[in-house]
């Protein structure tokens, strides 16, 4: 896991290596183990290293291939690089290291730009060709590992985190008002876009090539597929093939040189994740944060799993750590995080910041629990599955409107006022239609509505997830795995039948902005989701934890925001100086917060959303 920033001239002149040093000395909270810079012609590199794999010297990058002809800058790690090392030794490839870097560079001199296809993990990349001078990037198929790039003043430029790139005065920390429209719709970027002018995120599952007078041509090699399965395996068959999936992707990604943790949150996700490693790692150190509810109400009462947490604990002999978070605790942490964050992304993040703090203080690896949700339909009441044939227009419609989460495509006008001249041809359903790519003309089954939305989160909310996860370890110099995204159990789950993760239709769905008693209730019977993976865990798993109710991890800050955080909330925010004042209209911001402390509305989203803004690089300028 490492920092990797580049830097290609597309006029051909020489580039600026110091330029690129700077560029890497933005990224040095990913890599504090070591540092790395290289130069062609009209391409420089640099590199910030966290060691996991084979700590030596001999491992550092930019890293050259015995031939000279190629030089690798790489971010995360290949998990079945010793297989892939076999397999190119019988090519007749020679190795000097025990890295998987070099694995991954010897893979694509032999294999070529396909050589991704092979790669089980979470990577991006850039592989210079002297002789050809051109440049290869990829990204891995989930997004586990980011990859930012900008085109523009006759440069490219691309790097491990924006802020790298917007140091560089080619580009700058300009507002992308497109973007934040976007964000502002869905609490999370659906397109390529960020809040930086010209900034742009390198797609999930695709690779590109780009060279001196030639743009960026991105090729996907990779997407999910839900599907119902012409045939398949007696439900008895799949969920022991599940449960032997979900074993062998923990193993695999145990594989370090360094200490390995897990994050215990209490749910399924993460406490298998940990059952399974502390098979294999005696004494495993595991990591809990809860919060300090003394003022939640409603069903904020139930938002801190630390018991359950415990008590896999006690069952798996972890070395267990804990944090309690109270409603000062945003408050404190909100400049750092957001310097880290850069621009605001999905859902809450501070209490994700604060736990991995806590476990970068003893290991530098931690496990996640991150994707089982995502592939096995752990969010019911968000999959719009209409109980009739619908055509795929249709069916658009109905999610998108069910979908907004933020800020609704009536109210943007007035909020966004000094800005609104520019973003008023944002078309936020042309964005939403266009993450499902190629679709069926016609949605005719109830497993197909299903599929539909299993693809539409993996493609949204999973790969938001992936990308504040990987800023908020790395701020801390902590890399966190992602074992549910193994390939074998992805290919695995995108073919388990809808019936098998839901036990039934939901007819009525739950606007998540207003969490109010009809939100208590529903989520007081949400069993339903992840059902085969509960059943295929539950010989080794308490039952306290297989059949319970779905929590997603997040603080009571919808009562705080009207409590023990309100003057926090409005010296940020409705202050004459506020930042947010010059795209927004303080009005219509102060009567939102009002809805939100009369009770009137849940704005506890926007409201979070707002703070990341106000404390955001960005220039907030019309």
């Known amino acids: 896991m490492c920092g990797i920033a580049g830097l290609l001239r597309l006029d051909g002149a020489p580039a600026d290596l110091a330029a690129v040093q700077r560029m890497g000395d933005a990224l040095a909270h990913r890599g504090p183990d070591g540092e790395g810079s290289w130069s062609d012609g009209p391409l420089a590199f640099a590199h910030r290293r966290l060691a996991i794999l084979d700590l030596s010297p ?18 995360g790690e290949v998990y079945n690089f010793r297989e892939l090392r076999a397999q190119l030794r019988q090519l007749g490839a020679e190795f000097r290291t025990e890295s998987d870097t070099e694995v991954l560079l010897e893979a694509f001199v032999r294999w070529g730009p396909e050589c991704v296809s092979r790669f089980n993990g979470m990577f991006a990349f850039a592989i210079w060709d002297q002789r050809e001078q051109r440049l290869f990037l990829a990204r891995d198929r989930y997004g586990v590992k980011p990859l930012y790039y900008f085109e523009g003043g006759g440069q490219f430029l691309f790097a491990s985190e924006p802020v790298a790139i917007t140091s560089q005065p080619a580009c700058g920390r300009r507002l992308a008002v497109d973007g934040l429209v976007e964000y502002l719709t869905f609490q999370n970027f659906f397109s390529g876009r960020t809040l930086y002018q010209g900034v742009r995120m390198f797609p999930a599952g695709h690779s590109g090539w780009i060279s001196a007078g030639r743009s960026l041509e991105l090729r996907q090699y990779w997407d999910f597929s839900f599907r119902e399965p012409e045939r398949t395996a007696s439900p008895g068959e799949l969920r022991e093939e599940l449960s032997g999936l979900l074993q062998q ?21 993460s406490g ?27 069903i904020e ?36 995080l957001m310097r880290h964050m850069g621009e605001p992304r999905v859902g809450q993040s501070y209490p994700n910041f604060y736990v991995a703090g806590l476990a970068s203080k003893f290991v530098k690896v931690v496990l996640t629990g991150t994707g089982g949700d995502e592939l096995f339909g752990g969010y019911p009441w968000r999959y719009f599955a209409p109980d ?13 409107a069910n979908w907004q989460r933020l800020v609704p495509p009536e109210g943007m006008g007035d909020l966004l006022a000094p800005v609104w001249q520019q973003a008023r041809q944002v078309d936020t359903r042309q964005i939403f239609k266009d993450v499902f790519g190629s679709h069926p003309s016609h949605l005719n089954t109830y497993e197909d509505y299903v599929n539909s939305a299993l693809y539409f989160e993996a493609k949204t909310f999973l790969h938001g997830l992936l990308v504040v996860e990987d800023k908020l370890s790395m701020a801390h110099g902590l890399e966190s795995r992602v074992p549910f995204l193994d390939n074998d159990l992805v290919d695995f789950a995108m073919r388990v039948p809808a019936r098998l993760k839901l036990a039934s239709r939901h007819e009525e769905r739950l606007d998540e902005n207003t969490l109010g008693p009809k939100a208590e209730q529903y989520f007081q019977r949400t069993h339903d989701g992840k059902l085969i993976l509960r059943e295929a865990v539950e010989p080794w798993m308490p039952k306290m934890v297989t059949r319970a109710a779905k929590q997603g991890f997040s603080a009571p800050d919808a009562s705080w925001f009207r409590g023990e955080s309100l003057q926090y909330v409005q010296r940020c925010l409705l202050r004459p100086q506020a930042r947010i004042n010059g795209i927004m209209n303080p009005e219509v911001v102060g009567r939102l917060l009002q809805e939100h402390m009369s009770g009137q509305r849940n704005r506890r989203l926007l409201i979070w959303s707002l703070l990341c803004l106000e404390h955001s690089d960005v220039d907030l300028v019309a």
């Open 272 to 298: 298998c994740v940990t059952a399974i490693a502390a098979r294999e790692l005696p004494f495993l150190k595991s990591f809990t944060c809860g919060f300090d509810l003394h003022s939640a109400n409603g």
């Open 301 to 336: 009462v139930a938002f801190d799993e630390r018991e359950r947490a415990e008590h896999m604990s006690y069952l798996y002999k972890t070395e267990h750590y804990e944090m309690v978070l109270k409603s000062g605790d945003m408050e404190r942490v909100m400049p750092r």
């Open 249 to 269: 992707a923990v193993h695999r990604q145990l594989v370090s040189d360094v200490e390995v943790g897990a994050y215990l949150s209490g749910g399924i996700d």
């Open 58 to 75: 001999a491992a550092a990058q930019p890293f050259r291939h015995a031939s000279g002809r190629y030089v690798v800058t790489y971010n």
């Open 388 to 400: 009739r044939p619908m055509a795929f227009d249709d069916y658009v419609d109905g999610y998108y």
